[in-house]
Protein backbone atom coordinates (compact mmCIF):
# COMPACT_ATOMS: atom_id res chain seq x y z
CA UNK A 1 0.00 0.00 0.00
CA UNK A 2 1.18 3.48 -0.61
CA UNK A 3 0.15 6.31 1.58
CA UNK A 4 -0.26 10.08 0.78
CA UNK A 5 -0.08 12.60 3.27
CA UNK A 6 -1.49 16.02 2.55
CA UNK A 7 -3.09 19.15 4.06
CA UNK A 8 -0.04 21.01 5.75
CA UNK A 9 0.87 24.36 5.26
CA UNK A 10 1.17 27.60 7.40
CA UNK A 11 -1.05 28.22 10.14
CA UNK A 12 -1.42 31.16 13.31
CA UNK A 13 -1.33 29.78 16.83
CA UNK A 14 -5.20 28.61 17.40
CA UNK A 15 -5.65 27.98 14.19
CA UNK A 16 -6.65 24.61 13.13
CA UNK A 17 -6.03 21.96 9.63
CA UNK A 18 -6.59 18.94 8.53
CA UNK A 19 -4.20 16.90 7.17
CA UNK A 20 -5.33 13.81 5.14
CA UNK A 21 -3.44 10.26 4.59
CA UNK A 22 -4.65 8.48 1.26
CA UNK A 23 -4.23 4.97 0.84
CA UNK A 24 -3.52 3.57 -2.96
CA UNK A 25 -2.57 0.54 -4.19
CA UNK A 26 -5.04 -1.60 -1.86
CA UNK A 27 -7.61 -0.29 0.75
CA UNK A 28 -6.40 0.08 4.41
CA UNK A 29 -6.29 -3.25 5.93
CA UNK A 30 -7.02 -3.86 9.37
CA UNK A 31 -4.23 -2.81 10.90
CA UNK A 32 -3.95 0.78 12.81
CA UNK A 33 -3.10 3.75 10.94
CA UNK A 34 -1.61 6.19 12.98
CA UNK A 35 0.16 9.91 12.73
CA UNK A 36 3.49 11.04 13.86
CA UNK A 37 5.47 14.35 13.62
CA UNK A 38 8.98 15.27 13.44
CA UNK A 39 10.31 17.95 14.47
CA UNK A 40 14.30 19.37 13.43
CA UNK A 41 16.41 17.75 15.52
CA UNK A 42 13.33 15.87 17.62
CA UNK A 43 12.76 12.40 17.43
CA UNK A 44 9.53 11.48 15.61
CA UNK A 45 6.95 10.94 18.11
CA UNK A 46 3.28 9.87 18.02
CA UNK A 47 -0.05 12.13 17.90
CA UNK A 48 -2.79 10.31 17.36
CA UNK A 49 -3.72 6.67 16.10
CA UNK A 50 -6.83 4.54 15.11
CA UNK A 51 -7.88 1.11 15.13
CA UNK A 52 -9.38 0.08 11.65
CA UNK A 53 -11.59 -2.34 13.45
CA UNK A 54 -12.46 -1.40 16.05
CA UNK A 55 -12.72 2.47 15.71
CA UNK A 56 -10.97 3.22 18.97
CA UNK A 57 -8.49 6.05 19.34
CA UNK A 58 -5.32 7.06 20.94
CA UNK A 59 -3.43 10.14 21.82
CA UNK A 60 -0.48 10.93 23.47
CA UNK A 61 -1.36 13.82 26.49
CA UNK A 62 0.05 16.47 23.81
CA UNK A 63 -2.24 16.03 21.43
CA UNK A 64 -5.74 14.88 23.57
CA UNK A 65 -8.91 17.08 23.49
CA UNK A 66 -7.29 19.36 20.44
CA UNK A 67 -6.21 16.40 17.79
CA UNK A 68 -8.59 13.63 16.41
CA UNK A 69 -7.99 11.21 13.81
CA UNK A 70 -10.82 9.51 11.98
CA UNK A 71 -11.29 7.59 8.78
CA UNK A 72 -13.22 7.30 5.78
CA UNK A 73 -13.63 3.81 4.07
CA UNK A 74 -15.22 5.16 1.07
CA UNK A 75 -12.39 7.62 0.24
CA UNK A 76 -9.99 5.04 1.17
CA UNK A 77 -8.40 7.81 4.03
CA UNK A 78 -7.74 8.62 7.32
CA UNK A 79 -7.96 12.31 8.47
CA UNK A 80 -6.09 14.21 11.05
CA UNK A 81 -8.10 17.05 12.26
CA UNK A 82 -6.02 19.66 14.42
CA UNK A 83 -7.29 22.73 16.59
CA UNK A 84 -6.02 25.47 18.99
CA UNK A 85 -2.57 24.86 17.29
CA UNK A 86 0.99 25.83 18.78
CA UNK A 87 4.12 26.92 17.97
CA UNK A 88 5.30 23.41 19.24
CA UNK A 89 3.02 21.32 16.87
CA UNK A 90 5.54 23.00 14.28
CA UNK A 91 7.10 19.51 12.48
CA UNK A 92 6.41 16.98 9.23
CA UNK A 93 3.68 14.93 9.66
CA UNK A 94 3.33 11.42 9.00
CA UNK A 95 0.96 8.86 8.65
CA UNK A 96 1.91 5.20 9.08
CA UNK A 97 -0.08 1.73 8.09
CA UNK A 98 0.43 -1.93 8.84
CA UNK A 99 -1.09 -5.00 7.81
CA UNK A 100 -2.12 -6.79 10.63
CA UNK A 101 -3.99 -5.54 14.34
CA UNK A 102 -1.78 -4.49 17.35
CA UNK A 103 -2.60 -4.07 20.59
CA UNK A 104 -3.64 -0.18 21.22
CA UNK A 105 -0.67 0.42 23.62
CA UNK A 106 1.52 -0.52 21.16
CA UNK A 107 -0.13 2.05 18.60
CA UNK A 108 2.44 4.67 19.63
CA UNK A 109 5.24 2.99 18.91
CA UNK A 110 7.08 4.08 15.51
CA UNK A 111 8.68 0.45 14.44
CA UNK A 112 5.43 -1.46 14.32
CA UNK A 113 4.71 0.20 11.05
CA UNK A 114 5.59 -1.20 7.43
CA UNK A 115 3.96 1.51 5.56
CA UNK A 116 4.45 5.41 5.72
CA UNK A 117 3.56 8.67 3.87
CA UNK A 118 5.94 10.82 2.65
CA UNK A 119 5.18 13.25 4.97
CA UNK A 120 3.47 17.31 5.30
CA UNK A 121 4.69 20.24 6.81
CA UNK A 122 2.93 21.93 9.15
CA UNK A 123 4.07 25.49 10.63
CA UNK A 124 2.53 26.97 13.11
CA UNK A 125 3.45 30.62 13.12
CA UNK A 126 2.23 34.35 13.18
Known amino acids: VQLQASGGGLVQPGGSLRLSCAAS????????VAWFRQAPGKEREFVAG????????RYPDSTRGRFAISRDNAKNTVYLEMNSLKSEDTAVYYC????????????????????WGQGTQVTVSS
Open 96 to 115: ATRNSRIVTSAMMRADVYDY
Open 25 to 32: GRTFSSGP
Open 50 to 57: IDMWTKNT
